[in-house]
């Protein structure tokens, strides 16, 4: 079982004179710079001129090109998109890094795969929140957090452990609580579970079941809210309480058909796809799949965007959305 870290087991006065060079300032980049500078810590933000730029230097940080602040700083978190990381730290960050820096993500996935080959000289650290940037940010400002992962990849000055450590604290991640993993890990079971679950097997199941309710002469409108609408119902309940709190919140007739029909559209078939997926991921094809995606303008990725926008369960839902917003 994974063992959790809390504030006591963490201490910022090691960060202290310390400078943190945060690489973006999207989503997770502003979110995780203001927490830690709401900590106490020395933040600066290392961009590119682009509006990402304007809004940090808006919230008041000083803001410069990328190769600067990693030459400025002792710990270099980059938060930037997976697709862009490895081009902007051979060409920005790597030149500019010292004996005992620290080499900081959220996602494991560029070093996992290999893409960045940091140096020997320099520890390699993750903090991975488990929640979106708006909710690192606002749990920190209400005076908890957002519970989240840590990892130490490469242990080079013999406290990355409790650098990060401190770090996670900085983003408020102890008040919550952290769990300790791998890089190799947090990859392999954040790939998986986007791809099978969370955002892959739940759109297509959606559409799956939509479809199937339309093609046999049921009103789309209905369709969507069976299909569609009343997910985010249950997945709070399973949120809030687990699977089985959420079958006691459902009607018996709910349960008893979820229960014994679950498992004929999670056949044994559909696990061992599961298992194949997982195998893509731990043998590098989907990684390598994923690059040359990108390094080929993403034809695929662009062609499956248009194609979806076009649905009809996305037609439909953009009407009745309209329904639940007060006039």
Not at 72 to 97: G, S
Not at 164 to 173: C, F, H, M, S, Y
Not at 291 to 309: A, F, W
Request: charged share 30%; hydrophobic share 40%; net charge negative.
């Amino acid at each position: 079982m994974a063992r959790i870290y809390y504030d006591n087991d963490a201490d910022l006065e090691i960060l202290k004179g310390k400078t943190i060079a945060v690489i973006g300032f999207g989503n997770q980049g502003a979110a995780q710079a203001q927490n830690m500078r709401d900590s106490g810590l020395n933040v600066i933000i290392g961009s590119i001129k682009d509006r990402s730029w304007d809004n940090a230097g808006e919230k008041g940080f000083d803001v410069m090109p990328i190769e600067e602040a990693a030459e400025k700083a002792e710990i270099v978190h980059i938060l930037i998109p997976d697709e862009i990381q490895a081009d902007v730290y051979k060409e920005k960050i790597d030149k500019n890094l010292t004996e005992g820096n620290a080499l900081m993500f959220s996602h494991g996935f560029n070093i996992r795969f290999k893409c960045i080959k940091p140096p020997e000289f320099v520890d390699v650290i993750m903090v991975a929140p488990k929640g979106p940037g708006i909710l690192v940010r606002q749990t920190f400002l209400d005076g908890f957090g957002t519970p989240a992962l840590i990892a130490v990849e490469q242990d080079y000055t013999e406290k990355a452990k409790e650098t990060v450590l401190a770090l996670a604290k900085a983003v408020g991640a102890t008040r919550a609580g952290v769990l300790e993993t791998t890089f190799t890990e947090e990859t392999e079971t954040d790939l998986f579970g986007e791809q099978v679950d969370l955002c892959g097997g739940v759109t297509e199941l959606i559409k799956a079941s939509f479809d199937t309710l339309v093609e046999n002469g049921y009103q789309p409108e209905l369709a969507y809210f069976e299909t569609l609408h009343e997910l985010k119902l249950i997945t709070d309940l399973i949120q809030a309480g687990g699977l089985e709190y959420m079958w006691t919140c459902v009607s018996n007739t709910a349960e008893y058909g979820g229960r014994t029909r679950g498992k004929k559209i999670i056949t044994p078939e559909i696990r061992e796809n599961m298992k194949k997926i997982l195998k893509d991921i731990q043998t590098d094809k989907f990684a390598r799949e994923w690059i040359d995606e990108y390094k080929s303008g993403l034809p695929n990725l662009s062609r499956m965007r248009k194609e979806d926008k076009e649905l009809l369960v996305e037609e439909v839902g953009a009407k009745l959305r309209k329904m639940f917003v007060k006039k």
